[in-house]
């Protein structure tokens, strides 16, 4: 359980932002300024290096083209963000539901990296490519994200959910460590 709570404390850093971003575009509606265009680049900015990591830890471990491991780095980073989720743990997700092949295809018409199920998330799905990363990644993370929020928070349970069981969960969990980084060393094993 602890280093769920670790993962939750990874998080906190990105929620921060995001917290900040609110506030930037609450205050901008309020003076009637739109900030769309300097919030994304702000954010973009501070994600650079860990975007550069994950994508060399994807490439190098997983044999992606570089391009391509750049756009499902720079997918999974907008979607954590968005969503308030650890990247470990959406990359985790990824890892073990495709091994980050964007095709993949499972049980129930599960379909792209994170293997969303479209029968089961009808409106969610609606006009999307879930064989495109950006379209899957923001499915997957935004029905992880309702499932923590119908948890209370507990991402043990919001994993079951994701996943079907809580054998699943726990490899979830374990396999995220596999995917903490430290940015500032630009360092894919963290600090081990």
Do not use: W
């Amino acid at each position: 359980m602890s280093r769920l709570l670790c993962l939750l404390v990874v998080s906190l850093g990105l929620m921060q932002c995001a917290v900040a971003q609110d506030r930037a575009q609450a205050d901008a509606l309020a003076s009637g300024v739109s900030v769309m265009a300097s919030a994304p680049d702000a954010a973009s900015a501070s994600t650079a290096p860990q975007i550069h990591a994950i994508s060399e830890m994807l490439a190098q471990k997983f044999g992606l083209a570089r391009a391509k491991a750049e756009q499902i780095s720079a997918a999974v980073m907008s979607s954590a963000s968005k969503y308030s989720l650890p990247p470990a743990l959406v990359l985790a997700i990824i890892s073990i539901e495709s091994r980050f092949k964007e095709k993949a295809k499972g049980l129930h018409g599960a379909t792209g990296l994170m293997q969303v199920v479209p029968a089961a998330h009808k409106q969610l799905v609606k006009n999307l490519d879930l064989t495109a990363p950006e379209d899957n990644i923001e499915a997957g993370s935004a029905i992880l994200h309702g499932y923590l929020q119908s948890a209370q928070g507990d991402v043990g349970a919001a994993l079951k959910s994701y996943g079907g069981s809580k054998a699943y969960a726990t490899k979830v969990s374990l396999r995220a460590k596999d995917f903490q980084f430290d940015t500032a060393a630009s360092d894919p094993a963290g600090s081990r």
